[in-house]
C-alpha cells in the first residue's frame, strides 16, 4: 500500500509543475497591457514604466518564471494588481462560499444519486427506472445557468410571500452575520498561518454558524445556499444515479449474487451487502471526478446567485488582466483538483486490492 | 470507413445470423448498428429531436416569424419584453404577435431560437470534430510511438484535465481574443484529453494483435498501419465519445456564451440570449426560458443518441 501511495503521489510531481508553467503562460498571453487595464487607459509611459519595475514586469519572461516558483515555493501568490491586496488573503475571503456551495450540492448529488440509482436498478425495466432514467437525462442536459435562474424565479418571485419563498441571491440576509472563530473564541491576538486558517473556516458559514450556535445565522445561511446547491447539484446527481444504477446492474448479473441468492439470504441483504458494496466502487471515482467538474459549474452558480467566490473573482481577474490574481487563483483551483483526485485514487486503491497490485 | 476492421465487425455479426437464424444479407455494422439504435426508445427520441432540430436549422428562413436580428421597436404595437402573445389564443389584437414574445431590444424571441440552433450545431459539432482530430492524432502517435513521446504527450493531457474545463475555456478565449470562433477551439482544446486517452489505449490494444502483424510482416510501412488497420478500429469508441460530447460543447459554448467571452455576436446564439437578460429574470422570464429549453432540448436529443449508439457499438453490453 505504502508503494502504491508513494508511486501515485510521484506521478502527480510533473503534473503540478506542468500546471504552474501552464497557470503562468495563460496568464502571460492574456492580451493587453496589465498596466494600463489596472491604471485606467490613461497612464503615461512613465507611469507604465514604474509600475512594470514595481511589478517585475520589465525582467526576462524566464527570470519572472524563476521569480514565480520562488514566490509560490515560500507560499507568497504576490497582490492583486488591481485590488493591491494579497492574493492569499482574496482566497481566504473567496475560497469558502465556493468550497461551501460544491460541498452541500455534492452531499445532495450523493444522497439523492445513489438510492435513487439503486432503487432504479432493483425495479429494472419498471416505470421507476424509466422515470429516473428520464431524470437522469434532463438532469445532464439542462444548463446550469437556466436551472438556477428558474429555481430562483420560481423560489424568489412566484412563490414569494409563502412559506416556501428561498433568497435568490446572496450568501446572508441584510443585517444577519456570521461571527469568526477568531471573534467567537477571543482571539483577538491570533496572526499568521493559524488565523488565516480559522478565517478561511469561518468563511463557511454553516458549520461555523452550528459549532458555535448563531442558530439564526445558520438557518438563514442554508437558505441561502439551498438554491444554488440545488442548481450545482443536478448534473452530478444525475450522472450518479446512472453509474449506480448500470454498476449495480452489472454485479446483480454475477455468480457470487447467484450464489448469495441460492444460499437463501434476503433480496434486501443480497442487494445491498453483496451488490451495492461491490457497485459503488465506480461510483467513488465519478464522485471524484464530478467535485472537480464542480468548480466549472461552480463559475456560472456564482454568476447567477451573486455570490462571491473563487469562480467569479477568477472570471472578474481574467476579464480584468489581473494576472496575479488569475495565476493565484488557477493554481489554487488547479492544486485542489490533483488533490481530490489523488484523494480518488487512493480510496480506490484501499476500496479495491486488486488496483493496488497493477 | 472500408471495411470496419475484424474487431468491430466480427462480433456484431453474430446476432445478425444466430438470433434471427435465417438467411440474411452479409451483416454489416453501420447496418447491424442502425437497427440496433431503431430498437431503443430513448435512441429513437434522441433521432427525432436531432432530427427536428437540423430541420429548423435548415429551413429557419422559413420558420422564423421576424428578422431575428431586426429591433422592431417603433412599428404598430411593438414593446421590449412582451410577453408571448398569439392572436388565436386570445392575445388583444392591437399588440403583435410574437410566438415567445419579445427580448430588451424589442426582436422577436421565437425567430432568435429558431435562428440560434444553427449557431449552437455548427458550433457543437465543430468544436467536437476539431477534438477528436487533435486527440486521435495526439493519443495515436503517443500509444504508436510510445517510450518519452508517449509520456510527454499523456503527462501534457493529464495538465489540461487538471483544470477545470469551463475556466480554462474562459482563459483560452480572453487569450486568444473574444469570439464565437475562438470559444469551439477553447472548447475543443478542454475535451481533446478524453479523445487522446481513448484512441492511445485503443492503439495499445490492437497494435499486438495478429493482423496487425501480419501488415507488419508484409511490408505495410509504419504509418500505413496506423492509419489503415489500427485506427480503423479505434473508430467506434471515438464516434461513441463524440456523440456524447456534442451535447457537453452545445452546453460549454452556451456557458462562455451566457458569461459574454464570445463577444458581440452577429447572430442569434441561446446561451448569449439568456446571459444579455438574466438580469430581467423577475420582469420577462420567458426571455430566458425559451433558448434555455432550446438548449436543454438539443442537449438531450445528443445524449439519447450517443446513449443509443453506444448500447449499439458496445458488444459487451448486447446482452
Given at each position: 500500500?505504502?508503494?502504491f501511495?508513494?508511486?501515485r503521489?510521484?506521478?502527480?510531481?510533473?503534473?503540478?509543475?506542468g500546471?504552474?508553467?501552464?497557470?503562468?503562460?495563460?496568464?502571460?498571453?492574456?492580451?493587453?497591457?496589465?498596466?494600463?487595464?489596472v491604471l485606467?487607459?490613461r497612464?503615461?509611459d512613465?507611469v507604465?514604466?514604474?509600475?512594470?519595475k514595481?511589478?517585475?514586469?520589465?525582467?526576462?519572461?524566464?527570470?519572472?518564471?524563476a521569480?514565480?516558483?520562488?514566490?509560490?515555493?515560500?507560499?507568497d501568490?504576490?497582490?492583486?494588481?488591481?485590488?493591491?491586496?494579497?492574493?492569499?488573503?482574496?482566497?481566504?475571503?473567496?475560497l469558502?462560499?465556493?468550497?461551501?456551495?460544491?460541498?452541500?450540492?455534492?452531499?445532495?448529488?450523493?444522497?439523492v444519486?445513489?438510492?435513487?440509482?439503486?432503487?432504479?436498478?432493483?425495479?429494472h425495466?419498471?416505470?421507476?427506472?424509466?422515470?429516473?432514467?428520464?431524470?437522469?437525462?434532463?438532469?445532464?442536459?439542462?444548463?446550469?445557468?437556466v436551472?438556477?435562474?428558474?429555481?430562483?424565479?420560481?423560489?424568489?418571485?412566484?412563490?414569494?410571500d409563502?412559506?416556501?419563498s428561498?433568497?435568490?441571491?446572496?450568501?446572508?440576509?441584510?443585517g444577519?452575520?456570521?461571527?469568526?472563530?477568531?471573534?467567537?473564541?477571543?482571539?483577538?491576538?491570533?496572526?499568521?498561518?493559524?488565523?488565516?486558517?480559522?478565517?478561511?473556516?469561518?468563511?463557511?458559514?454553516?458549520?461555523?454558524?452550528?459549532?458555535?450556535g448563531q442558530?439564526?445565522?445558520?438557518?438563514?445561511?442554508?437558505r441561502?445556499?439551498?438554491l444554488?446547491?440545488?442548481?450545482?447539484s443536478?448534473?452530478p446527481?444525475a450522472i450518479?444515479a446512472?453509474?449506480?444504477?448500470?454498476?449495480?446492474?452489472?454485479?446483480?448479473?454475477?455468480d457470487?449474487v447467484?450464489?448469495?441468492?441460492?444460499k437463501?439470504?434476503?433480496?434486501?441483504?443480497v442487494?445491498?451487502?453483496?451488490?451495492?458494496?461491490?457497485?459503488?466502487?465506480?461510483?467513488?471515482?465519478?464522485?471524484?471526478?464530478?467535485?472537480?467538474?464542480?468548480?466549472s459549474?461552480?463559475?456560472?452558480?456564482?454568476?447567477?446567485f451573486?455570490l462571491?467566490?473563487?469562480?467569479?473573482?477568477?472570471y472578474?481577474?481574467?476579464?480584468?488582466?489581473?494576472y496575479?490574481?488569475?495565476?493565484g487563483?488557477?493554481?489554487?483551483?488547479?492544486?485542489?483538483?490533483v488533490?481530490?483526485?489523488?484523494?480518488?485514487?487512493?480510496?480506490?486503491?484501499i476500496?479495491?486490492?486488486?488496483?493496488?497490485?497493477q | 470507413?472500408?471495411?470496419?476492421?475484424?474487431?468491430?465487425?466480427?462480433?456484431?455479426?453474430?446476432?445478425?445470423?444466430?438470433?434471427?437464424?435465417?438467411?440474411?444479407?452479409p451483416?454489416s455494422?453501420?447496418?447491424?448498428?442502425?437497427?440496433?439504435i431503431?430498437?431503443?426508445?430513448?435512441?429513437?427520441?434522441?433521432?427525432?429531436?436531432?432530427?427536428a432540430?437540423v430541420?429548423?436549422?435548415?429551413?429557419a428562413?422559413?420558420i422564423?416569424?421576424h428578422?431575428?436580428?431586426?429591433?422592431?421597436?417603433?412599428?404598430?404595437g411593438?414593446?421590449?419584453?412582451?410577453g408571448?402573445?398569439i392572436?388565436?389564443?386570445?392575445?388583444?389584437?392591437d399588440?403583435?404577435?410574437?410566438?415567445?414574445?419579445t427580448?430588451?431590444?424589442?426582436?422577436?424571441v421565437?425567430?432568435r431560437?429558431?435562428y440560434?440552433?444553427?449557431?449552437?450545431?455548427t458550433?457543437?459539432?465543430?468544436?467536437?470534430?476539431?477534438?477528436?482530430?487533435?486527440g486521435?492524432?495526439?493519443?495515436?502517435?503517443a500509444g504508436?510511438?510510445?517510450?518519452w513521446?508517449?509520456n510527454?504527450?499523456?503527462?501534457?493531457?493529464?495538465?489540461?484535465l487538471?483544470?477545470?474545463?469551463?475556466?480554462?475555456?474562459?482563459a483560452?478565449?480572453?487569450?486568444?481574443?473574444?469570439?464565437?470562433f475562438?470559444a469551439?477551439?477553447a472548447?475543443?482544446?478542454?475535451?481533446?484529453?478524453?479523445?487522446?486517452?481513448?484512441a492511445?489505449?485503443?492503439?495499445?490494444s490492437?497494435?499486438?494483435?495478429?493482423?496487425?502483424?501480419a501488415?507488419?510482416?508484409?511490408?505495410?510501412?509504419?504509418?500505413?498501419?496506423l492509419?489503415?488497420?489500427?485506427?480503423?478500429?479505434?473508430?467506434?469508441p471515438?464516434?461513441?465519445?463524440?456523440t456524447?460530447?456534442?451535447?457537453?460543447?452545445?452546453?460549454g459554448?452556451?456557458?462562455?456564451?451566457?458569461?459574454?467571452?464570445?463577444?458581440?455576436?452577429?447572430?442569434?446564439?441561446?446561451g448569449s440570449?439568456i446571459?444579455?437578460?438574466?438580469?430581467?429574470?423577475?420582469?420577462?422570464?420567458?426571455?430566458?426560458?425559451?433558448p434555455?429549453?432550446?438548449i436543454?432540448?438539443?442537449?438531450?436529443?445528443?445524449?439519447?443518441?450517443?446513449?443509443?449508439?453506444?448500447?449499439?457499438?458496445d458488444?459487451?453490453?448486447?446482452?
Open positions: 500500500m505504502t508503494r501511495i508513494l508511486r503521489l510521484a506521478l502527480t510531481i510533473p503534473v503540478l509543475f500546471i504552474l508553467f501552464l497557470v503562468f503562460a495563460l496568464a502571460r498571453v492574456v492580451p493587453g497591457d496589465p498596466c494600463r487595464a485606467g487607459e497612464a503615461t512613465a507604465c514604466d514604474a509600475f512594470a514595481r511589478n517585475g514586469l520589465d525582467q526576462p519572461i524566464p527570470v519572472q518564471f521569480i514565480y516558483l520562488g514566490q509560490v515555493a515560500s507560499g501568490l504576490g497582490n492583486s494588481l488591481k485590488l493591491s491586496r494579497p492574493v492569499g488573503q482574496m482566497l481566504i475571503d473567496r469558502p462560499t465556493t468550497v461551501e456551495l460544491t460541498l452541500l450540492a455534492m452531499f445532495f448529488a450523493v444522497i444519486g445513489i438510492p435513487l440509482g439503486l432503487w432504479s436498478a432493483v425495479r425495466n419498471s416505470k421507476a427506472d424509466v422515470g429516473t432514467m428520464v431524470f437522469a437525462n434532463l438532469g445532464v442536459s439542462i444548463p446550469v445557468f436551472l438556477g435562474l428558474m429555481l430562483a424565479y420560481l423560489f424568489g418571485v412566484v412563490l414569494k409563502t412559506p416556501f428561498l433568497p435568490p441571491s446572496g450568501r446572508l440576509s441584510s444577519v452575520r456570521v461571527e469568526s472563530l477568531v471573534q467567537v473564541w477571543h482571539l483577538k491576538g491570533l496572526t499568521g498561518p493559524l488565523k488565516g486558517l480559522l478565517d478561511f473556516l469561518s468563511g463557511i458559514y454553516i458549520p461555523t454558524a452550528i459549532i458555535t442558530w439564526n445565522a445558520a438557518v438563514d445561511a442554508f441561502h445556499l439551498l444554488p446547491a440545488l442548481a450545482l443536478t448534473i446527481m450518479i446512472r453509474i449506480t444504477r448500470s454498476s449495480l446492474l452489472d454485479v446483480l448479473g454475477r457470487y447467484r450464489t448469495a441468492r441460492a437463501g439470504l434476503k433480496e434486501r441483504s442487494v445491498l451487502r453483496h451488490g451495492a458494496r461491490n457497485a459503488l466502487l465506480p461510483v467513488v471515482t465519478i464522485v471524484g471526478l464530478q467535485l472537480g467538474a464542480l468548480l459549474g461552480a463559475v456560472l452558480t456564482e454568476t447567477v451573486n462571491a467566490g473563487v469562480g467569479r473573482t477568477l472578474e481577474a481574467i476579464t480584468g488582466r489581473d496575479v490574481v488569475i495565476q487563483f488557477t493554481l489554487t483551483i488547479a492544486i485542489i483538483y488533490i481530490v483526485n489523488l484523494l480518488v485514487d487512493l480510496s480506490y486503491g476500496l479495491d486490492p486488486r488496483v493496488r497490485q | 470507413m472500408s471495411g470496419g476492421g475484424p474487431i468491430a465487425g466480427g462480433v456484431s455479426t453474430t446476432d445478425g445470423l444466430i438470433e434471427t437464424g435465417r438467411p440474411t444479407k451483416a455494422l453501420w447496418r447491424d448498428t442502425g437497427a440496433s431503431l430498437r431503443q426508445r430513448s435512441a429513437v427520441v434522441g433521432l427525432i429531436l436531432l432530427v432540430l430541420l429548423m436549422a435548415v429551413f428562413p422559413l422564423a416569424t428578422d431575428p436580428n431586426e429591433s422592431l421597436l417603433g412599428q404598430p411593438e414593446q421590449r419584453r412582451t408571448p402573445c392572436h388565436l389564443l386570445g392575445c388583444p389584437e399588440q403583435a404577435q410574437h410566438l415567445f414574445g427580448d430588451g431590444n424589442a426582436r422577436d421565437f425567430s431560437v429558431v440560434g440552433a444553427r449557431t449552437s450545431l458550433v457543437g459539432l465543430g468544436a467536437v470534430a476539431f477534438a477528436i482530430i487533435i486521435t492524432a495526439i493519443g495515436a502517435i504508436f510511438v510510445t517510450g513521446a508517449d510527454g504527450l499523456m503527462r501534457l493531457m493529464d495538465v489540461v487538471a483544470f477545470p474545463s469551463l475556466l480554462l475555456a474562459i483560452i478565449v480572453t487569450a486568444a481574443g473574444r469570439s464565437l475562438n469551439l477551439v472548447i475543443a482544446i478542454v475535451s481533446i484529453p478524453v479523445y487522446a486517452r481513448i492511445r489505449s485503443a492503439v495499445l490492437t497494435r499486438e494483435q495478429d493482423f496487425v502483424t501488415s507488419r510482416a508484409l511490408g505495410e510501412s509504419s504509418i500505413g498501419i492509419t489503415r488497420r489500427i485506427l480503423p478500429n479505434s473508430f467506434t471515438l464516434v461513441v465519445q463524440g456524447l460530447d456534442i451535447g457537453t460543447a452545445v452546453l459554448i452556451a456557458a462562455l456564451a451566457f458569461i459574454g467571452v464570445t463577444g458581440d455576436l452577429s447572430n442569434p446564439e441561446w440570449m446571459g444579455l437578460e438574466k438580469d430581467q429574470l423577475f420582469n420577462a422570464p420567458h426571455i430566458i426560458l425559451a434555455g429549453i432550446a436543454t432540448i438539443t442537449v438531450l436529443a445528443f445524449n439519447l443518441l450517443g446513449d443509443g449508439l453506444r448500447d449499439a457499438l458488444p459487451r453490453l448486447n446482452r
